[in-house]
C-alpha cells in the first residue's frame, strides 16, 4: 500500500467574515502543498467560524432582537453546498493536486437551516460528498440542525477509504462502528475540543478503528473576532486563548505520529504509511475476526 503525506490545519479564519476566510484558506492550502502535501484537513466549521462564547441572545424561553442581528451575519457568511465558496474550494483542490478536507457552517439552499458540515474535494476539482454533524452538543443545537444517516459515508481513493465524524461524534459508539464497517482507514475528526482528556479519545478511536486518526482544531484568541462581537457582554468572561488547538495525528496503533499542537497556528505535517493498517489488524479488527455479527450488529437509517 502507498505512503500519503498530509497536512493537519491548526488555525483560524477571519472569524465571520467568508470572503477573507476564504483567502486565507487558499494561502493555508498553497502553503501546506509547498511541503508536499497530498491531503489538507481543516478544523470543523474553519468556514466562517465556530462561534465559540456567543449566545446569539438565547436564554430558555426567549431571543433578542440583537441576538437575531447576529444570526444574520453568521447565516450570511455561511456555505451554500454547492456554491461560490465551494466552486472555489474544488478549484483550489485541483491546483494543488490534492484531497482537500473542509469543515463549514452550511446553509442549506432550501430551508435556510445551518448544518455544521464537512466537504471532501478530490484532486480532479470535484465536490465528493459531505457529511453533516449528526447531533450538535448543548448549545450547538440553537445554531446548527441535525444530520442524517445519508452523510455518514466513507469515500474511497488511492489511499484507502477517507471519512470522518465532527467533534463530540466521535462519542457516539455506533457513528463510529458506521465508519468501521466501511472500512474506514483514515479518519477524520475535526473538532473544537482542545481539552487534554480528547487527546486520550483520539488515540482510544484509533486503537479501536484500526485506522489512522486526525484530530484538527482551531486555534483561535479573543481578539480575532470581529470588535462588536468582542465586546458582548458574554464575551468578557471569556478567557483571551478561546482555543488551544490540540491538532494530532495516531496511527492505527495509537502511536502519536505528529502533534499535538498547542497554543499556535501550525500547518502540521505527517507522512503515513498505510502497511501500518494492515499490520494493526493481525489481533484485532472491529469488523473482522474480533467481531461477532452472530450476536452483535446494527443498522444506519436514513
Not at 478530490?122 to 450547538?140: D, F, N, V, Y
Not at 458574554?234 to 490540540?246: A, D, L
Not at 495509537?254 to 500547518?267: I, W
Request: glycine share 8%; net charge negative.
Amino acid at each position: 500500500m502507498p505512503t500519503l503525506d498530509i497536512a493537519v490545519i491548526q488555525a483560524a479564519p477571519i472569524l465571520f467574515d467568508l470572503e477573507q476566510s476564504l483567502d486565507k484558506t487558499y494561502d493555508l492550502l498553497k502553503k501546506a502543498t509547498a511541503q508536499g502535501a497530498q491531503m489538507v484537513v481543516f478544523p470543523e466549521s474553519f468556514l466562517p467560524a465556530y462561534p465559540r462564547g456567543l449566545s446569539f441572545g438565547t436564554v430558555v424561553g426567549s431571543r433578542t432582537d440583537a441576538g437575531r442581528e447576529i444570526w444574520q451575519l453568521y447565516w450570511e457568511n455561511s456555505v451554500k453546498v454547492p456554491g461560490k465558496a465551494t466552486n472555489l474550494l474544488a478549484k483550489w483542490a485541483k491546483e494543488c493536486g490534492v484531497y482537500l478536507v473542509m469543515g463549514i457552517t452550511e446553509q442549506d439552499t432550501i430551508n435556510g437551516s445551518l448544518y455544521c458540515s464537512l466537504l471532501y474535494f478530490s484532486p480532479e476539482g470535484k465536490l465528493m460528498g459531505k457529511h453533516r454533524k449528526l447531533k450538535p452538543t448543548a448549545a450547538e443545537r440553537i445554531i446548527w440542525g441535525e444530520g442524517d444517516g445519508t452523510t455518514l459515508q466513507t469515500y474511497l481513493t488511492p489511499y484507502g477509504n477517507i471519512g470522518g465524524l465532527i467533534c463530540w461524534e466521535n462519542y457516539m459508539p455506533l457513528a463510529r462502528m458506521a465508519l468501521y464497517q466501511q472500512g474506514i482507514h483514515l479518519y477524520l475528526a475535526p473538532t473544537a475540543d482542545a481539552r487534554d482528556s480528547w487527546q486520550a479519545t483520539m488515540q482510544h478511536i484509533a486503537l479501536e478503528g484500526r485506522c489512522f486518526v486526525v484530530g484538527c482544531n482551531q486555534f483561535v484568541t479573543k481578539s480575532m473576532y470581529p470588535p462588536h462581537l468582542r465586546e458582548l457582554p458574554e464575551m468578557t468572561s471569556q478567557p483571551e486563548v478561546m482555543s488551544r488547538g490540540g491538532s494530532v495525528v495516531l496511527s492505527p496503533l495509537g502511536k502519536v505520529l505528529a502533534g499535538p499542537v498547542f497554543d499556535r497556528e501550525e500547518v502540521l505535517l505527517a507522512t503515513l504509511d498505510l502497511n501500518d493498517i494492515i499490520k494493526s489488524k493481525l489481533d484485532f479488527d472491529p469488523v473482522g475476526h474480533y467481531s461477532r455479527p452472530d450476536m452483535l450488529n446494527f443498522n444506519i437509517s436514513s
